[in-house]
């Protein structure tokens, strides 16, 4: 008798009985999962969705529920703020965000059926408010729609793209759109019949030949053999959850502390791996410090242990944040003056490491040697006040002279300050959410999206927020239309 | 008829006839495939070893030969000169080079072993002379033997480990050392009567149930099948010369353009991992520019295009080099004063991008602002001064004030300086060099040594010269040890 084992799919032959038969069968109740089972039910498949949880959620259910959406002449949102977002410009933003890891193939898919994907997910019943809040924002603070969540307007990438704000979030006041994102979804998806089984957690693909047909999962302590005769859809997050894949594959995740995620123990991964599929860009990671809260902090600037600055500090938070964790010493200090500082949020654990009238008293109160901070801080106010920076190349309004004492230091710590993260790497996919094998050839009867593939959101250093669900909702799409193709 | 894939194991069942019957079978005749060779002829078995081309080298052959070896109490060499190097220091030096990456267990191993190891090699026939060359050299200038190879003397590896060199090289005149060491592992194996196939490609894996029995080799334009009774060791190398592979699991070295290898396709990897292998720590890279010549260039100040110093630089040149690559920019600079200056080596493509009486006037040649690389030199030289270096934590005699005009910045260019790379990523092993599938059991049958696999030298900024080649050589033996075994 054959192993049930996530690492190695269950023949076919082997299975005595099949408790279940379905024609699409899909693995996690995340976004990803949802929007496979909404379009595999639309295209007439019998649809089972099989969530390890009592209920749905997923890492989809602990964001914000911003999608990134733009390209085709803009959103009506995006139009209605006077941004006429072409497709190219949002094409080539994409590509720019995920840098060397990027996948051209899913950018393009994307970014020329964003907008209908949009409408898609406004008929399953999302709600967006329709308006623009401008500002500098993680999430928006009241129930709007569209928010500046990237690097769009910074240095490169405004370089290489017309900036536009892209980051639609549901509507719903303030942070955890995701959980009310999620909920529509379900509701969506329990409308068009398809079943969901909750408890079941996945433990084996099964494979009849070089096709995968079903799967093993476990139900109230039992193996349970389910038939999916048209495709399997691997929905199930990331492994940031899992210390040891992360120690494997991702481990300069060590360096920080505050994992997101739900139950993402790379299970998914495991299972394409397994049936052939190639992992990759697994080292990639996304975090963030929530330092731009209070909005002020947002006018600061970053250095290092040494003193010197490594960022233009007017690109997304997330990317700063990563820049940041790649700085030696363990630590990064945000320079305030009196005009821009206010007392951080207790949750994200930033403390005052030094103070002083001058940014020369700074400089000594962190133990810095002379002309260092305080030679970057001079350099620095010189050509923020001429409204130029020809180092990092930030740019007004952010850009502004630090330089109304007293001035303090803020110290944003790897390991004890409040950095979050998830990671990025997964699957190899198509376009078509197809699980690809090392030579690059779908395997048939598989398919992925969401954190258990590499998709748009494949690079730490580029990351901008509503590129992971946007990523889930449109691949799991994909996903489920190809599922139930067979 | 099962497909003959280098990414599945073909099966034993659908053999029609076994061409070749050993007990092992060795992929590759680099260094680690020699090795593994004499020790499983050595343990009684019958060995074949298989090369793609018509005879031996590999990325070893290419080498300078030099092999990282050290611990309980010194070699002849280093005690010699007067370094009583202990195993404890040894293997916390091994650990801190192996970074977020290592292989805590590999290192003990090794390090615990390392003298026996070097015992081994003079036992084959590898020629020591026994002296040691103080400086700082890529490789001995002459036939010397022990040099130092890495970046033990420098911060912050000489605070975790009591320095010591730990460069042994081949008694060989300058370069290229790498390539008489293969010659002498073959004569021993030839010696021992290994069977050599030369111009045979491994292109699958034979596996019966759940152990890997034999591979498939093409040779004179056909399939054939070796049946090995006791195992098969993969010796192929790492995966530099495949582009679609670097593009999936290592896009950094795209930064870069001089790829060191033979044919380091990475299909012992993918053998490995179809198989049910691991491949770990995929991302990571080796690159070096040859900076350190003339030597008197060991002296410069690195600075990134912001004219901001990133590294000690009297760490590994390699370690540099890679630090280097990190940058922003493209490129970096390699400040140096008059009393330091020579022309450049042609070979290494460095150029000269600006010179000035005064750090200031170089700075406005490189087009910086004022008070940024003229700052930089500024508190360099004061702290070299008193022969102190707060930043970055250089020692002298590396550290010292370069203030003698007129100056020059030197432009390493990551495009067209010559930066060469090779990767170091691969399949997981034990430290008796099996093959670990992703639970991490071992693969019965299989075995792993060399730059398919990830080892000693497992994180790219921790690199030290010889840590390749004493893992190709020491766990290449153990390799063959294990295959022996059964």
Redesign the interface.
Known sequence: MAEV?L??PFPASEVAQWNFETDVAIIGFGATGACAAIEAADAGAKVMLFERNSGSGGASGLSGGEIYIGGNGGTDAQRAAGFEDSTEDFIAYLKAAGG??VDDTKCEHYGREALNHFAWLKAQGVPYRGNYLPGKHIEPTDDSTLIWSGSEAAAPFCDLAKPAPRGHVIQHMGWGGGRPLVDVLEASARAKGVEIVPDARALALVRDGDRIVGLVVRIDGQNRFVRASKGVVLATGGFVMNEAMRR??C??T?RINDAIGDKDDGSGI?LG??A?G?A????QFFTTCPWTMPESHAYGVFVNV?G??FINEDCYHGRVSRCAV?QPGGKVYLLLDNAHFVQPMDFARIEIAGTGETWEEVEAELGM????LS?TM??HNG?AKEGRD???DKKPPILTPLDQGPFIALELNFQTSYFSFFTLGGL?TSAQAEVL???GKPIAGLFAAGRCTSGLPAWGHGYSSGLSLADCTFFGRQAGIGAAKG
Not at 280 to 283: K, L
Not at 369 to 372: E, I, L, S, V
């Open positions: 084992s690492y190695s060397p890891c494997k594959y481990p300069e060590f495991e791996v397994g052939g190639d990759i860009h697994m080292e040494q010197q600055r790649d040697p002379a002309n260092t030679a001079a350099v050509h020809p180092l990092f190899r094998d090392r030579s």
